[in-house]
């Protein structure tokens, strides 16, 4: 996976063409992304009094975070979405905008944050990154705050992707065997820019060094066959949010994606 310095390289040329809503096409839009898979798995905590957004890119979710929280701070480490956010929420007078270093939040308040929210982004970032942002929001989460990430669990298969590269290596691959291994999703082709160090289960570890509690985790199939991808919620230990630690896998997420798609196209005018 790319370097931080990588990463704020990539983001700041990037084109933005739709603003980051390019990537909610598999939806039907952003907004049959936001109604039909983010809110319902945050929706139990908002409206919320300050809300953390972690990596908001253009404001692909800032758009609606801005209305269910009473302050909204928003941290990245492009300059440029910043500004973009900045340029974009004008009007909005509840947010505050911050410039960070890809991995601390300097600039937020001790026990000030309700809900931190990362959507679709810290799957970029590898085991270190995550460790200080669990770190920073042990830290800054609010007694009974809620953070909710989505990150990678791409090294949950990291001995199938070998397997499958040493088999793309071969020239006499049979192409059924190829077709198989794109269809497994054990190939290196269109891994999603998934941090390879990262899993759901040292994640929960993580958050048990720091004096956080992993109260829920679901494995998804983002983008394809294998669940690289995790949603987590986090809290401190003794928030009344607090429960055991439960895990869901949840390998239809892209038929969940389909469903919400067609439901949009059938009432879009």
């Not at 790319?2 to 990463?7: I, Q, V």
């Amino acid at each position: 996976m790319p370097t931080l310095e990588e990463n704020r390289i990539t983001w700041e040329t990037y084109e933005w063409p739709q603003g980051g809503d390019e990537w909610s096409w598999e939806w039907g839009g952003v907004a049959a992304q936001w109604y039909g898979s983010l809110l319902p798995r945050i929706h139990r905590w908002v409206p919320a009094g300050t809300i953390l957004e972690i990596a908001p890119g253009f404001g692909r979710w800032t758009q609606f975070l801005k209305d269910v929280g009473r302050e909204l701070i928003v941290v990245d480490l492009s300059e440029r979405c910043i500004d973009a956010c900045r340029e974009r929420f004008a009007d909005a007078h509840n947010i505050s905008y911050h410039v960070n270093d890809g991995r601390t939040l300097g600039m937020v308040a001790d026990r000030s944050v309700d809900l931190a929210v990362s959507f679709d982004s810290l799957v970029h970032v590898e085991a270190d990154v995550i460790e200080s942002y669990l770190a920073e929001l042990s830290r800054t989460l609010a007694p009974s705050g809620v953070g909710y990430l989505q990150h990678s669990n791409l090294g949950c298969y990291l001995e199938e992707l070998r397997w499958g590269r040493r088999l793309e290596r071969r020239l006499k691959v049979p192409s059924r065997l190829k077709e198989r291994l794109e269809q497994s999703g054990r190939t290196t082709r269109n891994l999603h820019m998934r941090a390879q160090s990262v899993t759901a289960e040292l994640v929960a570890d993580l958050c048990g060094k720091v004096g956080l509690q992993c109260i829920g985790q679901e494995l998804i199939n983002w983008g394809g066959p294998i669940l690289n991808d995790c949603f987590s919620a986090v809290t401190p230990v003794g928030s009344r949010w607090g429960q055991d630690h439960r895990v869901l896998r949840n390998p239809e997420f892209m038929a969940e994606v389909a469903g919400i798609s067609r439901r949009e196209h059938l009432y879009r005018t």
